[in-house]
C-alpha cells in the first residue's frame, strides 16, 4: 500500500467525486478551418502535402463539430458525461499569432455555456498542436518568441472565459508537437531537424509555464494543469547495457524531458547530457525552468501503451527511436494483442504507471485525460456497431487504473478518447476512437456498443462488480 486508502478495490467502484470524461481536440473534430476568421493552422498545411496524410485527409470536414457542437453536447448529456476535454484552437482565437477574433473566442464561450447549462464540467486544453502557420513561418515552436504569443493567446482565452472554468490544461502532449512535427517529420509541421525539436520541447514548456501565469492572473481560483503522453519503459533484454540504456534514455526523453522541469524545476542531468549534441543548455536562458516549474494543482495523463524497448536506431531517419515513436523504431514484437494502431495493449502497465507518478513526483493529483483505441469498427447496415474489443480495452483499463487508486494513489478522474471518431492526425480517419461512430459523409452520429457500456460506468462510478 501506497498510503491510506478508504477505497474498497471489490466492485471495481472509485472514489466520491470521481470525474467521469470524454475527450477531443479541435483540429480532430471541428471542421469548418475557413469559417468566421479562422486561419490556417500547420496541421491544414501540413495535410495539404502529398503522401503526408493517409488517404490524402485533411481538417475537412471532420466531424464538423463546429457547426453540429449543441447536438453533440445534448448526446453528450444523454449519456451521461461529467466533463468534457476539449481543445481550443488558436487559429481561430488569434489567427496569425497576433490579433484577437472575437468571433473565434464567441465559438468557445457558446460551447462551454452549452456545457455548463447541460451540467457537463468543461475541460478546455489550450494547445493540442494546431499552431498558426503564420508563426511557424516565424520559426514555430523551434523560436522562442512562439512562447510568449501562446501566453498572448491563453490571456486572450482567460479574458473571454476564466469567469466560468475551473480547469485549464495548457498543453497536450508536448513530445509530439515537438519530436514528431520537428524532428522525425510525422506530424505537422513536417520537419526533420533534431535541434529544432529539442529547442521546440523547451519553448513548449516555457509557454507552458508562461500560460499558468497568465492563468493565475487572470482566472484566480481556477485549477492549472498540463498533459503529458507517458510511457512505461521495459527494455527487451535487462541483462543486455545496450537495451538498459535504451530504457534509460526513453525514459528521459519521452517522460522526464517533461516531467522533471515541470514537477521538479529542473531538467535531469542524463537528459541534458543525452541533449547536449542537440544544443538543449543553449535555448534555457536564465529564470526559464524557475518559470517552467511553477507549482500546478494537477497532472493530466494520457495512456495508451508501454514501451518494450531494445538498441535499435531508426532506419529511416537514423534518429534514436525515442525521437520518433514506437510504433516506427523496429522494437521487437511481444506477441501481445495490439489495436487497430498497432499499438500492444498492456493495461497493467498503467497501474505501475500511476504508482511510479504518484511515488516520485507526490502530491499531485491526477487524471487520465487520454485513455483509448482504435479498432476496425464495422457498422451494420443500420448503424450500429458492436465493438466488445473497445469495452474490454476500458473495462481492462479501468481496473488497472482502479488497482492503483486502490493502494493508495490520487487518480481523480478518467477520460475517453475519443468521444466521437476523428481525425487521427497522419492515420487520417482511418483509425477510429470514438464512443460514437461518424459517417463522414452524412454527419450522422450512431453511439457504438461502447458508448451505452460507458455510460452505466459513468452512472456507476465504476464496474459495479461486473465481470
Ligand atoms: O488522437 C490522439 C490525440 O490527439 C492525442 N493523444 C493520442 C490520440 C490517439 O492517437
Not at 319 to 340: K, M
Not at 448 to 467: E, H, I, P, Q, T
Request: overall charge negative; glycine content about 10%; proline content about 6%.
Amino acid at each position: 500500500m501506497l498510503g491510506e486508502s478508504s477505497v474498497h478495490t471489490d466492485g471495481c467502484t472509485f472514489p466520491p467525486g470521481f470525474v467521469w470524461g470524454v475527450s477531443t481536440a479541435a483540429f480532430q473534430i471541428e471542421g469548418a478551418t475557413a469559417a468566421d476568421g479562422r486561419r490556417p493552422s500547420i496541421w491544414d498545411e501540413f495535410c495539404a502535402r502529398p503522401g503526408a496524410v493517409v488517404g490524402g485527409d485533411t481538417g475537412e470536414p471532420a466531424a464538423d463539430h463546429y457547426r453540429r457542437f449543441a447536438a453533440d453536447v445534448a448526446l453528450m448529456r444523454e449519456l451521461g458525461v461529467g466533463a468534457y476535454r476539449f481543445s481550443l484552437a488558436w487559429p481561430r482565437v488569434r489567427p496569425d499569432g497576433g490579433a484577437v477574433n472575437p468571433a473565434g473566442l464567441d465559438f468557445y464561450e457558446q460551447l462551454v455555456d452549452t456545457l455548463l447549462a447541460a451540467g457537463i464540467t468543461p475541460w478546455p486544453t489550450l494547445y493540442h498542436w494546431d499552431l498558426p502557420q503564420a508563426l511557424e513561418e516565424r520559426g514555430g515552436w523551434a523560436a522562442r518568441e512562439t512562447a510568449y504569443r501562446f501566453a498572448e493567446y491563453t490571456e486572450a482565452v482567460l479574458g473571454r472565459l476564466g469567469d466560468r472554468v475551473d480547469t485549464w490544461t495548457t498543453l497536450n502532449e508536448p513530445w509530439c508537437a515537438a519530436f514528431l512535427g520537428y524532428a522525425s517529420g510525422r506530424h505537422a509541421p513536417g520537419r526533420t531537424e533534431p535541434r529544432a525539436a529539442v529547442a521546440a520541447a523547451h519553448h513548449l514548456l516555457l509557454g507552458h509555464g508562461l500560460a499558468v501565469d497568465r492563468i493565475r492572473d487572470l482566472a484566480p481560483g481556477a485549477r492549472a494543469g498540463v498533459t503529458f503522453n507517458l510511457f512505461p519503459v521495459t527494455p527487451v533484454d535487462p541483462a543486455d547495457a545496450a537495451d538498459r540504456d535504451t530504457a534509460r534514455r526513453v525514459d528521459g526523453l519521452q517522460n522526464r524531458l517533461f516531467l522533471d522541469p515541470v514537477l521538479r524545476g529542473h531538467y535531469p542531468d542524463d537528459v541534458l547530457a543525452d541533449l547536449a549534441p542537440y544544443g538543449l543548455a543553449d535555448v534555457v536562458a536564465d529564470g526559464d525552468t524557475a518559470r517552467i516549474g511553477t507549482p500546478l494543482d494537477l497532472l493530466g495523463v494520457n495512456y495508451y501503451r508501454d514501451l518494450y524497448v531494445s538498441a535499435v536506431p531508426d532506419e529511416k531517419s537514423g534518429l534514436p527511436s525515442e525521437w520518433v515513436g514506437a510504433e516506427h523504431a523496429g522494437f521487437p514484437d511481444r506477441g501481445l494483442p495490439q489495436t487497430d494502431s498497432g499499438w500492444d495493449v498492456n493495461a497493467g502497465e498503467l497501474t505501475a504507471l500511476l504508482r511510479r507518478l504518484h511515488t516520485e513526483y507526490p502530491r499531485l493529483p491526477l487524471y487520465l485525460t487520454e485513455n483509448g483505441a482504435a479498432f476496425p469498427d464495422r457498422a451494420d447496415a443500420d448503424g450500429a456497431v458492436h465493438d466488445h474489443d473497445r469495452i474490454a480495452f476500458i473495462d481492462a483499463h479501468l481496473r488497472a487504473a482502479h488497482e492503483a487508486v486502490a493502494e493508495g494513489v490520487d487518480l481523480r478522474g478518467y477520460f475517453y478518447w475519443s468521444l466521437l471518431d476523428n481525425f487521427e492526425w497522419a492515420e487520417g480517419y482511418a483509425k477510429r476512437f470514438g464512443l460514437v461512430h461518424v459517417d463522414y459523409r452524412t454527419q450522422r452520429r450512431t453511439p457504438k456498443a461502447s458508448a451505452s457500456w460507458y455510460s452505466r460506468v459513468m452512472a456507476d462510478n465504476g464496474l459495479n462488480g461486473r465481470r
